[in-house]
């Protein structure tokens, strides 16, 4: 193994072996990952019997993409849930891969590689972003129940995730928005629903933007135009004239459709007054 790194992986089946990395040492049913360009010093404290794969890291690699590096070694528990599909897979192959065709072999070789990234401890960074992304989906399920809350602020919504506000603008950083940002979308897409939306037609305008958190009408209109390209009275009237025209997708309205609508109605308006 000079030139190419494999992948150790050995399960115990009986003995013990103390590995310089870990204090307790491996025992009886015990698995357990290697690499082959990593010193590996270990101590036979009983005599052991043990079945070992080696893995090619480039084969693994290509049969996993998102693993860029090849893991660290570690122990792994071969007794309950993957661990123990993977070890007895690996005494199954042990046993039958000499009567195992070779068209089969390239099937095995992805089980093997499947259930051995399953097992796999998740990396200490990996996991971190697993437990950030969680607490984002939080944050965010806060801010769409609240929205409508005129004191939503993130000191507010860092106070009731039991964080702190700079870690909750750091939730926010692994995305393209603020806190802030997040919040005025929110509500400007929300008003935006109730604008067209001719069950809300008996609603003022400002009525709306008080309701879904707005507590100044001149900063709503401001931002509503900035943000869809007309002021409200006018997404107002693509609600009523024009069914077509005033269909906003209630999830992922891009600013670049918002545009095109308001495009599409300064120009029926005007061949509207050009015709009078």
């Given at each position: 193994?000079?030139?190419?790194?494999?992948?150790?992986?050995?399960?115990?089946?009986?003995?013990?072996?103390?590995?310089?990395?870990?204090?307790?040492?491996?025992?009886?049913?015990?698995?357990?990952?290697?690499?082959?360009?990593?010193?590996q010093?270990?101590?036979?404290?009983?005599?052991?019997h043990?079945?070992?794969?080696?893995?090619?890291?480039?084969?693994?690699?290509?049969?996993?993409p998102?693993?860029?590096?090849?893991?660290?070694?570690?122990?792994?528990?071969?007794?309950?849930?993957?661990?123990?599909?993977?070890?007895?897979?690996?005494?199954?192959?042990?046993?039958?891969?000499?009567?195992?065709?070779?068209?089969?072999?390239?099937?095995l070789?992805?089980?093997?590689?499947g259930?051995l990234?399953?097992?796999?401890?998740?990396?200490?960074?990996?996991?971190r972003?697993?437990?950030?992304?969680?607490?984002?989906?939080?944050?965010?399920?806060?801010i769409?129940?609240?929205?409508?809350?005129d004191?939503?602020?993130?000191?507010?919504?860092?106070?009731?995730?039991?964080?702190?506000?700079?870690?909750?603008?750091?939730?926010?950083?692994?995305?393209?928005?603020?806190?802030?940002?997040?919040?005025?979308?929110?509500?400007?897409?929300?008003?935006?629903?109730?604008?067209?939306d001719?069950?809300?037609?008996?609603?003022?305008?400002?009525?709306?933007?008080?309701?879904?958190?707005?507590?100044?009408t001149?900063?709503?209109?401001?931002?509503?135009?900035?943000?869809?390209?007309?002021?409200?009275?006018?997404?107002?009237?693509?609600?009523v004239?024009?069914?077509?025209m005033?269909?906003?997708?209630?999830?992922?309205?891009?600013?670049?459709?918002?545009?095109?609508?308001?495009?599409?109605w300064?120009?029926?308006?005007?061949?509207?007054?050009?015709?009078?």
């Amino acid at each position: 193994f000079d030139e190419v790194l494999c992948l150790g992986l050995q399960l115990n089946l009986s003995g013990r072996v103390q590995l310089q990395q870990w204090d307790a040492p491996v025992c009886e049913g015990e698995m357990f990952l290697w690499r082959t360009d990593q010193r590996q010093d270990h101590e036979v404290l009983e005599r052991t019997h043990s079945v070992s794969l080696m893995i090619p890291w480039q084969l693994m690699r290509e049969q996993l993409p998102r693993r860029k590096q090849p893991p660290t070694a570690c122990r792994m528990d071969s007794r309950t849930g993957v661990g123990a599909l993977l070890s007895q897979h690996l005494m199954g192959l042990a046993k039958e891969l000499g009567a195992m065709p070779p068209s089969a072999h390239l099937a095995l070789c992805r089980t093997v590689i499947g259930l051995l990234d399953l097992a796999l401890p998740e990396p200490e960074s990996a996991t971190r972003f697993t437990a950030m992304a969680a607490l984002r989906e939080r944050a965010l399920a806060y801010i769409a129940q609240h929205l409508h809350e005129d004191d939503l602020s993130p000191a507010r919504i860092a106070a009731a995730l039991g964080i702190s506000r700079r870690y909750l603008h750091a939730l926010f950083a692994q995305g393209d928005t603020t806190v802030v940002g997040h919040i005025l979308e929110s509500r400007l897409q929300a008003c935006w629903r109730a604008l067209i939306d001719p069950a809300c037609r008996h609603q003022q305008i400002s009525q709306i933007a008080f309701h879904w958190g707005f507590n100044s009408t001149s900063h709503f209109c401001r931002a509503f135009k900035q943000r869809f390209g007309m002021p409200p009275s006018d997404a107002r009237g693509m609600g009523v004239h024009g069914p077509a025209m005033g269909q906003a997708r209630p999830a992922g309205f891009s600013l670049v459709h918002a545009k095109s609508l308001a495009m599409r109605w300064r120009a029926r308006r005007a061949w509207a007054e050009c015709r009078r």
